[in-house]
């Protein structure tokens, strides 16, 4: 399994090998000794798995959780296409307000771990597009926060394609600068 580092500090992106023959194809895309190899860690103990399913054009995020207790993620696509971003919003973090994408799709097995306080979000390329969380903590809504992926001051940019589709929560989602005067951003920790 190949690993890099991402733009954004401590996330990173895997990609196994995909073994395909006259059947189809088959993937792992969670290796734990690569991880370790990556991370220099073991993942967290798994709380929850949670998948969506999205059609082309919508558009989730950016999430994050409140930090403390934070949430780490492990993402990846079991059926159709993303453009997955990462996005630090750690205050102190060397790589504060940078973002990153990589795209996942169901044929390559590619993932993204994202540590607790970096934000997520992702643009469904396809129909039907399925993406699969592995969370280090179980939901709850009151932890669960959203930040504009349109604020210029992050600057993602989105690929060509139909009208986003967003839910209410993300469309009126505050900007960086709006939750940090909040004082809604987590803090950066080693």
């Known amino acids: 399994m ?16 995909v073994f395909g023959d006259e059947r189809g194809t088959f993937a792992s895309p969670y290796q734990a000794k690569a991880f370790v190899a990556a991370v220099g860690r073991p993942l967290f103990p798994v709380a929850q798995v949670s998948r969506n ?7 989730r995020g950016i999430h994050y959780t409140l930090t403390p207790p934070g949430t780490a993620k492990y993402v990846y696509c079991a059926g159709g ?4 971003l990462v996005v630090d919003l750690r205050v102190g973090s060397p790589t504060f307000a940078r973002w990153d994408a990589v795209e996942l799709a169901a044929d390559t097995g590619r993932a ?5 306080g970096v934000g997520h979000a992702f643009v469904a390329l396809e129909d039907d597009s399925v993406v699969c969380y592995l969370l280090s903590a179980e939901y709850r809504a009151e932890n669960e926060l ?10 993602v940019r989105l690929p060509d ?4 589709i967003l839910s209410e929560r993300d469309r ?9 005067a909040c004082g809604l ?3 950066y920790i080693r």
């Not at 190949?2 to 090998?17: I, M, S």
């Not at 296409?81 to 997955?84: A, M």
């Not at 009126?172 to 940090?180: I, M, V, Y």
Request: net charge negative; aromatic share 8%; glycine share 8%.
């Open 185 to 187: 951003l987590p803090e």
């Open 2 to 17: 190949r690993h890099r580092e991402l733009a954004v500090a401590g996330a990173y992106a895997f990609e196994p090998v």
């Open 161 to 164: 394609g139909p009208p986003p």
């Open 53 to 59: 399913v999205s059609r082309r054009g919508v558009v």
């Open 172 to 180: 009126t989602a505050r900007t960086l600068g709006e939750a940090a």
């Open 112 to 116: 993204v771990y994202f540590p607790p």
């Open 146 to 155: 959203t930040l504009s992926v349109f604020d210029e001051e992050i600057g």
């Open 81 to 84: 296409r993303v453009l997955d």
